[in-house]
C-alpha cells in the first residue's frame, strides 16, 4: 500500500512504495506549465524514487511536448520512426490483431549505446488493455548497494561496451522478424557500433553509484574475453533484476510515468494479444555517463 512521504514537499503529494523505488504524485496538472517551485519538487521526486507516476493526465502531444521540455532538452531517438509532424514523439502502437512480439521486451536502460544516454523517459497511455501491459523497473542503485564491498571495489574501474546492434542492427531481432509490426523499426548499420561507458555509473543529482548496464545494450567489458564478459554480466544481471529490485508498474488510461534511465532498467511485458495497447513517449536528452 502506497503511503505519503509526510512532510517532504510542499506543493505536491507523493506516495511511495514500500521500497521507496516508484512514486505516485498527485495534486498537479501536467496540462499547464508547471510553477518553478512545483517544478522543483517534481524533479526532486524522480530524482528521489526513480520512477513516478501522475494519475489522471489526460494530454494531448503538445502538452506532452510541454511537459518535457520543462524536464529537460529533448533527447535523440534513432532507430523508430516519430509521429507525423512530432518529430520528438514515438507512438508504441500494437494492434489487436499484431503477432510480433510486444516492443521493449527484454531488461534495458533506453539508448544506453549513445555517448549521451537520455535522462529520462516520459511515456503517457492513450489505450491500455485490459488485461497484461504491465512495465516492470529495476533499481539499480539499490542493487549496486547490496553488492559485497570487494565486488564493488572490482567493478569500479570496468566500461562495458553498448550497442544497439543485438535489437536494431543488420542482423539484429528486428532485421529477422517475420511478423508484421505496426510502429516503423529503422534497423541500420549505425546500430552496430559501439560504445563504452562507467559499469558503475555515478548519477548527478543524487551522487548514488548505480549498475550502468542491461541485457538488451551491454554486450562485453573492455579488456574481458568474451566468456569472461558473459561470466561477470550474467551474475550482475541476475542479481539487478531480482524481485528484491523490481517494481511492477500497472497502467491506467491517461496515466503519465517518467522514470530514470541512469539509476533504473526496465521490461515491458506482453499478455495482451487481441488488444489495442497505445501508448505516446518521449525522451530528455542527458549527459555523458560518469
Not at 494531448?60 to 512530432?86: C, K, W, Y
Not at 564478459?229 to 508498474?249: I, N, Q
Request: charged share 20%.
Amino acid at each position: 500500500m502506497l503511503k505519503e512521504a509526510a512532510g517532504a514537499y510542499r506543493t505536491i503529494q507523493v506516495f511511495p512504495q514500500e521500497s521507496g523505488f516508484g512514486a505516485e504524485i498527485v495534486g498537479v496538472d501536467l496540462s499547464r506549465p508547471l510553477a518553478p517551485e512545483v517544478l522543483s519538487e517534481v524533479k526532486a521526486a524522480w530524482a528521489r524514487h526513480g520512477v513516478v507516476s501522475f494519475p489522471d493526465q489526460p494530454l494531448s502531444l503538445n502538452e506532452l511536448e510541454a511537459f518535457t521540455l520543462q524536464i529537460g532538452r529533448f533527447g535523440v531517438d534513432p532507430f523508430i520512426a516519430p509521429m507525423p509532424g512530432h518529430p520528438n514523439v514515438l507512438e508504441l502502437r500494437r494492434e489487436p490483431d499484431e503477432k510480433a512480439t510486444n516492443f521493449g521486451a527484454g531488461w534495458h536502460s533506453d539508448w544506453s549505446f549513445q555517448p549521451k544516454p537520455p535522462a529520462a523517459t516520459i511515456l503517457h497511455s492513450e489505450v491500455v488493455p485490459p488485461v497484461g501491459g504491465d512495465t516492470l523497473f529495476a533499481d539499480c542503485a539499490r542493487a549496486y548497494d547490496d553488492l559485497s564491498p570487494g565486488m564493488q571495489k572490482m567493478l569500479a574501474p570496468l566500461r562495458a561496451v553498448h550497442s544497439a546492434g543485438f535489437a536494431y542492427g543488420t542482423k539484429g531481432v528486428f532485421a529477422r522478424e517475420t511478423e508484421k509490426r505496426t510502429m516503423q523499426i529503422i534497423v541500420s548499420e549505425e546500430a552496430d557500433k559501439s560504445l563504452s561507458h562507467p559499469l558503475v555509473r555515478t548519477h548527478p543529482v543524487t551522487g548514488r553509484k548505480a549498475l550502468y548496464i542491461s541485457p538488451v545494450y551491454s554486450h562485453g567489458i573492455e579488456g574481458f574475453s568474451l566468456k569472461e564478459s558473459r561470466a561477470l554480466l550474467g551474475f550482475l544481471f541476475e542479481h539487478m533484476t531480482g524481485e528484491d529490485y523490481v517494481y511492477r508498474h500497472k497502467w491506467k488510461p491517461k496515466m503519465l510515468l517518467m522514470w530514470d534511465n541512469r539509476c533504473t532498467v526496465h521490461f515491458a511485458e506482453g499478455g495482451y494479444d487481441g488488444h489495442l495497447r497505445v501508448m505516446h513517449r518521449t525522451t530528455v536528452a542527458g549527459e555523458v555517463p560518469a
